[in-house]
């Protein structure tokens, strides 16, 4: 064999397996993010995961749904929300929070009823509020809850990207 056919096939043998590499990379990819998911950098379903990229942890009581509204291309139910305490963050009074989910429909939240949610201000916080950045289940806020929150909110903030 000639040194010119050598490095042909040893750079066609190269490709290949740069090719193969590169279908497997992409499987696996494929497999981690499914059809009609949003990529996020953390787990929204753990206090811990989701804490570092919230502005605001607070406990609220809903005072009223106000309708469903497209933001930023995301169907949000929209919430009047009376802070009751903080655990970051300096949001005081009442605050309009907006709640959907990833995947499915999100369960209306009950007026009259205390949640923990955990926020990050819309692009116009006066105008769209705050997003619920936890995906985990909204159930009235209980002791266990606020003990795994507490803990959550003296990580550090993660830097915006």
Sequence with gaps: MSSKSL????GAVTAGALAVGGWLGYQHRERQVASGEVLRGYDAHAPASTAPHTENIFTGRVTAFEGQRDIEGW???VYRV??????????RGTVRVTYGLDEGTAERLADGTTYLFATHAWADPAKDGHAQLYQGPMKPVDTAQLTA???AATLPVAPDR
């Design 82 to 91: 009376e802070v009751a305490s903080v655990l970051r963050g300096n949001l």
């Design 149 to 151: 929150w507490k803990e």
């Design 7 to 10: 490095a042909l096939a040893v």
């Design 75 to 77: 169907t949000q139910d």
